[in-house]
């Protein structure tokens, strides 16, 4: 298992300025940019590329850090367009569509719904012909910090068995939701304010939109939590529920493509767009859905995307944090190796960025099955541009200088005093949240 700070000497010799765990968005991301820079980068994953992931719709916001990486024309090349967000509610008699081209920044107006595990390997190509050298199939099982903190050595096994160590001066874990350092610091913890399930698949010929709308992005809510609808360019479609506990407890000894099946028979206007459509990949799922580590850096380290925090995918903002979080690595490392003196400063600033996308996102996220807030997105208004505003964190416009702060206060606001309105419904649904996120057994 990975040591605390006080388990080496002083480090004299360096294989490399970093080492990255984890060859997922972020880490390759952190890898192809540092490796520009100039930087000596080791980037190491434990599987190889191609493999299926899910998290297949990105944001607006993702389109200028593939503009930085070099990476558009190929981003395009294997992605479908997607335009808008699609919210439907079987408590409201029509379909409420968010285009991103009418948020507050209209610069940004689509972004691209991706096969996973060809977006990856594109992102971990790209790392190695920048520089980095890429290890796959390679498990990193120990890593240890110098008691002075000059670096850290990490031990990782090739799938031949071969043993190898790096002596680097600072680590970036990007291991996704594998969470290594944060598992071995003992410092995840699930989200005590949310608590969901996700249970998913992918179907081929599914009913689709038609024209420019083909692609979006449609979510549905239904009694027990919600659906993703995310049409791929080859043909296949990303459908996913997202549920409580006490849900999937219900499952017994279905299969898990039963139990999704059964689930999406409750969303009629899901299962009329594919009823008809055979299952591509089977059903899988994933727990522990929403989880913080107490800190995402130390004197030797940074964790960035899932590695640090999971929130729920209702806003598809997984991706972008994740690449926004070695964006803000890259710029904190360069900092660190170039100006010791600064490093307790870039650290601070690379906590406080990797802290938004986590923070901003929650406070929708845990009010999205309430009705008033429901209500409120399925009929918005552009009362002092919240509408616009809403957008705008829609397509993950959070770190720029786009002035949404104001009208996002001013949206909260409207909601807390409908809720004060509908005192009777916004207690039901605090109670109801209650019995949601609440564990059960298995």
Known sequence: MAQTQAELPHIDRFDCDVLIIGGGPGGSTAAALLAQDGRGVVLLDKDAHPRFHIGESLLPANLPLFEHLGVAEQVRAIGMEKWAAEFVSPW?????????GDAWDKSMPYAYQVRRSDFDRLLIDNAAAKGAQVH???????VEFARDESGARVTARHDDGREQSWCARYVIDAS????????????????PQHNSLAVYAHFANARRNEGQAEGNISLFWFEHGWFWFIPLVDGATSVGMVT?????????????????MDGIALCPPLLERIKDSPCTHPA?????????????HGPN???????????????SSGVMLAMQGGFSARDCLNVCLDQPARKASAMAEFDRISRL??????????RMTN???????????NVMRVREALLSLLAGDIYGQTPIWRALRVFKLIYYGMSITQARTAWRAWRRRQVNIRAVDA
């Open 371 to 381: 009705p008033i807030l429901r209500d409120m997105f399925m009929g918005p208004r």
């Open 176 to 191: 996704g939701r594998e969470t290594f350092l944060a598992n071995r610091f003992q410092i995840k913890h699930k989200n």
């Open 357 to 366: 996308g986590p923070k901003h996102f929650s406070w929708f996220i845990y």
């Open 136 to 142: 796959q199939r390679c498990k990193v099982h120990q």
């Open 284 to 296: 899988e799922a994933t727990g522990n859905f929403s989880y913080l580590s107490e800190r995402n």
């Open 301 to 315: 380290y940074l964790m960035i995307g899932d590695a640090f925090a999971f929130i729920d995918p209702v806003f």
């Open 244 to 260: 409580w506990p006490y849900f999937m407890k219900t499952r017994g000894e279905r299969s898990l493509h039963q139990f999704l």
């Open 92 to 100: 409201h008699d029509h379909m409420q569509h968010f285009r991103f």
